[in-house]
Nanobody
Framework: QVQLVESGGGLVQPGGSLRLSCTAS????????MSWYRQAPGKEREWVGG???????GYADSVKGRFTISRDNAKNTVYLQMNNLKPEDTAVYYC?????????WGKGTLVTVSS
């Protein structure tokens, strides 16, 4: 079955960096787009960015220039490099893919940006 497992979250000071990973299994990873979302406490889940199977990438305005998405098809993994983190980036970060109209989500990894 489809599984997405995020990792790499933690506590970081403002201005710091983290790299999140999402490792996929149960489907042909290289042929599907992958997305990152986040949900801050008390807020709705929001799209952070995504990468298509061909490598096209898009970002939300709030993270553009600070976050970078990449993928390693040999490792079935998508990454989210987060630089210059701000307190407002504090959230649970999720990866998502859509297969045949069905959305699959990981369980998320918590990122806390605080001094």
């Amino acid at each position: 079955q489809v599984q997405l497992v995020e990792s790499g979250g933690g506590l970081v000071q403002p201005g710091g960096s983290l790299r999140l990973s999402c490792t996929a299994s149960g489907f042909s990873f290289s042929t599907y787009g992958m997305s990152w979302y986040r949900q801050a406490p008390g807020k709705e889940r929001e799209w952070v960015g995504g990468i298509s199977s061909s490598g096209n990438i898009g970002y939300a305005d709030s993270v553009k220039g600070r976050f970078t998405i990449s993928r390693d098809n040999a490792k079935n993994t998508v990454y989210l490099q987060m630089n210059n983190l701000k307190p407002e980036d504090t959230a649970v970060y999720y990866c998502k893919t859509s297969l045949n109209g069905v959305d699959y989500w990981g369980k998320g990894t918590l990122v806390t940006v605080s001094s």
